[in-house]
């Protein structure tokens, strides 16, 4: 998404300025190219050195000063960029925003690039100055522009000793936001419902059966659904892959048996548009799980379980399909790999199927990348070589939803 992409990073002047770097770092690294323009108490907090190390570029901090590339560098950075960061964005940017005022570099660059490219702004500072009338007011006037996305900032410990709602979101929430303000929304107003992680079949309180699914495939699909704009549900079995949501758009549901989460699909399928059945679900599960710590006994040498069928999701969701629903599975495969997943996709009445195997170097349970072949109902296949999970999701919802 942000490869070859134009980024400009604008800095105020607060305490959190000393993250911007990593978040440079982060953009060049994958594959953008990056642009700083910062207010002079910026340099304050980060120097000029470090930031023109890390983008490889002039650092924009005066609007007279001579070294500057063009003598109206706040209209050719707008030109250039395809879309602006404002991290941190202080209280005073952000009430010379909402007042249009433009005195410095920042403020001059900002307010030529907000009816054109789109902008992120991550506000930072004390609670106090957050919770400030002036503030809320500023943060309200510039949320109601078009090309303008705000974070929320978090809550936790903050500069000057205290808790509470005004730290800078991490590194890559900010990236997150940015990519959702590159994306075209191409399923806005689309209802999504993706499936992720393990499912965890009990034994007794401290055991349970599961696979070494992480959830890093189920999670990707959903960061692509939102940047494009859907409502996405998500329902989450085990999993440790982290769901960064800058705006609100994915809905987190927990569900860690095959019984939970075939009762939490069930329930949201009727208001879906598509359902992405990405979770590693057992297939079976303890038939009478103990109530209490099952004993190892003296001498005892072997233990028999006695597993039951879990329920169908995916038959499930297909039997009650509406021609304006679509229903995409996965299959991880071991032996007979495509024949399997047609037998699944056509049993299931699947509209397609990701086909993935334990056999591909690289993909698979807990990788960051994925080799998977995308098998329609019409008889349609598409087989995508090794390459990111975020990308291989990018090009699962091209191909199988837009």
Not at 104 to 129: F, G, Y
Request: charged letters at 25%; one cysteine or more; hydrophobic letters at 40%.
């Amino acid at each position: 998404m942000l490869k070859g992409k134009h980024i400009l990073v604008g800095i105020s002047g607060g305490i959190a300025a000393y993250k911007i770097p990593e978040l440079i770092r982060s953009l060049v690294k994958s594959g953008a190219e990056v642009r700083v323009a910062t207010t002079k108490n910026a340099l304050e907090f980060v120097t000029e050195l470090t930031l023109q190390t890390v983008s490889g570029s002039r650092v924009y901090s005066d609007v007279f000063a001579a070294i500057n590339d063009h003598s109206t560098e706040h209209i050719s950075l707008p030109d250039w960029c395809d879309a602006m960061i404002v991290a941190p964005a202080t209280a005073n940017v952000l009430g010379k925003m909402a007042a249009g005022i433009a005195d410095d570099a920042l403020t001059t660059t900002i307010c030529s690039c907000t009816a054109r490219k789109p902008i992120v702004i991550a506000p930072a500072m004390n609670d106090k100055m957050w919770e400030s009338p002036a503030t809320q007011h500023a943060v309200q006037t510039i949320k109601g522009w078009a090309n303008v996305q705000v974070i929320e900032p978090a809550s936790g410990p903050l500069a000057c000793g205290t808790e509470g709602k005004g730290r800078m979101p991490e590194i890559e929430v900010l990236q997150e936001a940015l990519e959702y303000a590159l994306a075209e929304k191409s399923l806005a107003g689309k209802r999504i419902l993706i499936t992720a992680g393990g499912t965890r079949e009990a034994i007794d309180p401290v055991r349970f059966v599961s696979n070494h699914s992480t959830g890093k495939m189920g999670v990707a699909l959903a960061h692509s659904c939102a940047r494009r704009g859907a409502e996405v549900t998500i329902v989450c079995g085990a999993m440790s892959a982290p769901i960064v949501n800058p705006f609100g758009m994915i809905r987190r549901i927990d569900a860690l048996s095959a019984q939970e989460m075939y009762e939490v699909c069930r329930k949201e399928w009727p208001e879906t548009d598509t359902a992405i059945l990405c979770a590693a679900v057992a297939d079976f599960t303890p038939a009478e799980p103990a109530g209490e710590k099952i004993k190892k006994q003296p001498g005892q040498t072997e233990m028999n379980l006695r597993m039951v069928v879990t329920p169908d999701i995916a038959r499930t969701l297909g039997e009650s399909k509406k021609a304006t629903q679509k229903l995409i599975g996965f299959a991880l495969e071991t032996h007979d790999e495509k024949k399997n997943a047609l037998l699944k996709l056509e049993r299931k009445r699947m509209d397609a199927i990701v086909l993935n195997s334990l056999r591909d170097e690289g993909a698979g349970f807990g990788t960051d990348t994925n080799r998977v072949t995308i098998l329609s109902a019409n008889g349609n296949s598409i087989e995508l070589p090794l390459q990111s999970k975020s990308d291989i999701a990018d090009k699962i919802i091209e191909a199988v939803i837009i």
